[in-house]
């Protein structure tokens, strides 16, 4: 019965213990309350109603009424920079990195939001040097991340490849655009007056060191692509036309969807050694078996040269028959015409051809295939006549197809 007892008196103890807590809080609550502005609750209504103006209005309100709201500068300067007002941004957070008294947690944040801020106004020196101020700090992933973009952006790619593999210490994750900084440096040295042939050779190596460790982590074989491709231009300036063709072929077997890319090469390889008619005939069974606008071009072209006007319409007829491409039709007239011009007058019929019409024709055409006859980016749709390994649009690697918007 004490037992019963003792539990009788601690409970309405322990209930009026809980009710005078919470008055106190409430009313602690209800104090800090009245204390902040009008103003404050005001740009909160307005940003959550996606009002950025008037909330931006609101929040420097309450930023004069009080100056060490250091949460509120943050929101403050985002808020600017998203709207593309870099220069207040610019000078909010540089104002918090002005106090003396600001502990290092927030300056470290203010340091990479004026980073942020450099980096989006395109001041890449100022955005470099701010970004490496907080490599020390919890920061240190986000800022090498925007560093690497910094250097891709600029074409620095020894720099970019040291961020690489600062980032992979830090995280251990493969990085797959480092075989495209080897690549840039190989292709760099190609197209100066005098190639440094050891150096391309030492940059390619550590483009298929790369490629190896991260084989199964690549989302396609374009990186092995765009090295085989680098090899065979190497052997050309060297002379080695045999190494040279093993490298082309070498893509054509192996990521046959990139074939528009080497074919043309990969003929003129044939040629300089008299064997055009074998070196058609190769790309000829490959577009039977794997047809491109590309390939077409090349070998009706070719095939025209070679063999004269009825074996390439026969060619064509057939190749558009099986795939209807305008783009396809729009180069079988460009052509002709270019035939008509030099005194060619018969197709493969023996017929004459209309020479008017047919140059009327292909205006039509070309007027529509124009927006077709490009490449373009899967990740923001930039749309470019050349291939490009990254996008000039997004900066990402490997988001082009090697297929023109027709074939897309």
Known sequence: MDYEAWWLIL???LF???????????RQMMSETRQLPDSYFKGLNFLLNEDHDNAIDAFIEVAKLDTETIELHFALGS???RRGEIERAIRVHQSLLSRADLPKQDRDHAQHELAQDFFKAGMFDRAEEAYKAVLDSTYAVPANRSLIRIYEAEHDWPKAIEAVRHLHQMLDEPIPQLIHYHCELAQQSMQSKQPDINYINEELKKAEQALLKQQGELRTNAAAVRIAMLKAKLMNI??????ERKYLEQVIANAPEYVGLVAGNLLENYKVNQQAEQGLDLLKQHYLAHPSLDLFKIVFSELREQQGAAPAWHFASESLRLHPSLLGLD????VELKAAADGEKTNASGRVLPDVEL?????MIRKHTQ????????????EARAFYWQCPGCNMWETYQPKKLEEM
């Open 371 to 382: 927006r077709l006859d490009r490449y373009s980016c899967s990740s923001c749709g930039f």
């Open 359 to 363: 140059s009327l024709l292909h205006k």
């Open 331 to 334: 180069k079988l007239l460009e």
């Open 16 to 26: 009026g213990l809980g009710w005078i807590a919470a008055r106190v809080d409430v």
């Open 79 to 81: 808020l600017f920079r």
């Open 11 to 13: 409970i309405p103890i």
């Open 238 to 243: 060297q002379g080695d036309g045999e190494a």
